[in-house]
């Protein structure tokens, strides 16, 4: 199985960072990115990264990229996972929306297994930031409507539903998360901690890595 990481947006972006500029999101996805790339590899995995450039490569020629390796050893022998941060609104300041989500296009497909897989895997690394989410929506970082672990079960599975090209576009199962959001203090400071940054790469890779075991995928 090739695993494929699509770090989300470039340097070239404009937005995409907290208010406060400590987070960029070119930059964070591409860490991480590259970390969990680190990891899935010295697990004897095959992970490639589809944006090794910092420049905001075209959805469309992301696309292509995945489906030229999905053309040359088959769509049912890759999987893409597309590594992003929320925002709640474009005006540059801070918010108090959070919370971890994930998504696959509309309908049943292999993806909805890998999407609940890594969000299987969230539940269990995020559990610090899940623990103190409740202290923190007390204090107001969080408002009342908010939520740790996002998620829509209408379809009895866990993952948003949306028709982002990289998921419709692509041959594979491809999923996209979102990592808290930029645009929240809490938030920002956990996804800039150490602890944060290991929390996210290895819930990617563990339910990563639960999919591709799984017999019956």
Not at 32 to 51: E, H, P, Q, T
Not at 135 to 156: F, H, I, N
Request: hydrophobic residues 35%.
């Amino acid at each position: 199985m090739i695993i494929l990481i699509d770090n989300g947006h470039g340097i070239d972006t404009a937005g995409k960072c907290s208010p406060d500029k400590r987070l960029l999101e070119y930059k964070w996805s591409r860490e991480i990115a590259s970390l969990l790339c680190k990891f899935l590899k010295n697990c004897g995995y095959d992970a490639r990264l589809i944006v090794p450039e910092e420049n905001d490569v075209p959805l469309s020629e992301r696309c292509r990229r995945v489906n030229a390796i999905c053309d040359q050893y088959g769509k049912d022998k890759v999987l893409l996972v597309s590594i992003h941060s929320n925002a709640a609104g474009a005006d540059g300041k801070w918010k108090s929306a959070g919370g971890w989500c994930v998504y696959t296009s509309p309908g049943k497909t292999k993806a909805d297994t890998l999407a609940t897989e890594i969000w299987n895997a969230a539940n269990e690394w995020l559990k610090p930031y899940i623990d103190n989410f409740t202290v923190l929506q007390r204090k107001g970082e969080y408002d009342s409507k908010q939520r740790p672990m996002r998620a829509d079960w209408s379809d009895g599975d866990p993952d948003f539903e949306a028709r982002f090209t990289i998921l419709t576009g692509t041959k594979c199962a491809a999923v996209l998360t979102e990592s808290l959001f930029q645009d929240n203090k809490a938030d920002v400071d956990f996804l800039l901690s150490e602890e944060g940054k290991n929390a996210i790469v290895r819930l990617h890779a563990d339910g990563i890595m639960s999919y591709i075991n799984k017999p019956d995928k």
